[in-house]
Every structure is written in C-alpha cells, then in structure tokens.
C-alpha cells in the first residue's frame, strides 16, 4: 500500500496537482511510520516527496524540518556519501535558494555535488546540473571567480559528453555571457552570445 501511495504522490507532484499530491503524501507519510520503523529509508522517501510538493506551493517552513528529517534518516541509514544523500541535500539548498538564503544553500550543493562525483562521476548529468547551480549561488553571492570557474568546467563536460550543439551547452553559455557583462568583460560575454544564436538556430 505505501508503495502506491508513494507512486501516486509522485505522480500527482509531477503534474502540478500539489493539494491533491499534498493528501497523497501525508497518507504515504502516515503508513510509512506505521509499516517501518521510523528511521526506515522508506520514511525518508515519503517525508522528501510531502517536502518536494510544499516547496512547489511555497511552503517552505513545512518543507524545511522534512528535509532535514530525511537527511539524518538517509545518513544514518544509507551512510553520509550516499546519491540519495545528495539529492536531499540538494533538494534543501534549492528551498534556501528559493527564500534568498544563499549563504545556507552553498555548502549543501558543495557537499552534493561532491558525493555525486565521487559516487556517479565528474561528468554525470546530475553532477552538471548541480555544478551549474552551484555556480549561479556563488554569482548571486558575487563570487564571480568561483562562479566562472564551475561555468567553464561544465561547458567542458558538455562539450565533451552532449556536443557542441546542445541546448544544455547554449544555456550553461548564457549564463556565462550574463556573469561577463556583470564584470564588464562586454567583448568575451558578445561571442558567448554569438555561440548560443548559432546552437539555437541549429536545435529549431
């Protein structure tokens, strides 16, 4: 039963039906902590999913002690380097990020991503993918160095593991262009601009 009632819950998130998915997730929630004990890795999965769908609704402060319960859940019982670790950890520096709290969010996305190489390796999607906002935390927070450092590093790992015209790599090269035209490197940020015209036009 708390299998499909997961699955429904996931599902009902997927699809933007939050109040629906919120109902869902709260009965998963509940059988969870009845079936399993309550350090279960299922517990974690339920208290993550019922999370995912408050902070889609903004919900952060009912969202947040989720999280963290999960985390000490998945540590404990998966061991601190576990992917699914990193995507809670993830998940969580994603709702600072979303209240503004960027001091707080970066080392939970440093420590994620760290696990994800170590455990997926350095060229795995979600590893890009965390980099990238990892890299957009430290822009926003004026690292500029340390943001333009993470953006090469994944335009390398696109380049060599989607091409040189995939739209992944057009975005990764916007936001790179945006960091040059806030430090006033205008010539560097127009050819990054001039790249990312020319993947479009080729992915239409």
């Known amino acids: 039963m708390w299998s499909e009632l997961k699955d429904k819950a996931e599902k009902l998130y997927q699809q933007g039906w939050y109040d629906e998915g919120i109902k869902v997730a709260e ?15 299922n517990v974690a999965q339920s208290l993550n999913i019922l ?9 952060y402060a009912e969202a947040e002690p989720l999280y963290q319960r999960a985390l000490i859940i998945k540590e404990n019982t998966l061991g601190p380097e576990h992917p699914s670790v990193a995507a809670t950890l993830h998940n969580l520096a994603l709702l600072y ?12 996305e440093e420590r994620a991503v760290a696990i994800f190489e ?26 500029n160095a340390e943001a333009e450092s993470l953006y090469q590093r994944v335009l390398v790992i696109c380049e060599e593991t989607t091409g040189p015209s995939h739209p992944d790599l057009a975005s990764v090269l916007e936001e790179l262009a945006e960091l040059y035209k806030e ?22």
Not at 27 to 41: G, I
């Open 27 to 41: 009965e998963a929630l509940a059988v969870a902590e009845k079936t399993f004990r309550a350090d279960h890795p």
């Open 51 to 59: 999370a995912e769908v408050y902070r889609a609704q903004g919900r």
């Open 97 to 108: 990020e979303e209240l503004g709290d960027y001091a707080a969010a970066e080392p939970l």
């Open 118 to 143: 170590k455990t997926l390796g350095k060229d795995h999607r979600y590893v890009t993918a965390l980099l990238t906002n990892l890299a957009l935390l430290y822009d926003v927070q004026g690292k």
């Open 183 to 204: 430090t006033g490197r205008v010539d560097e940020a127009n050819k990054l601009e001039v790249r990312v015209k020319a993947i479009r036009s080729r992915n239409q």
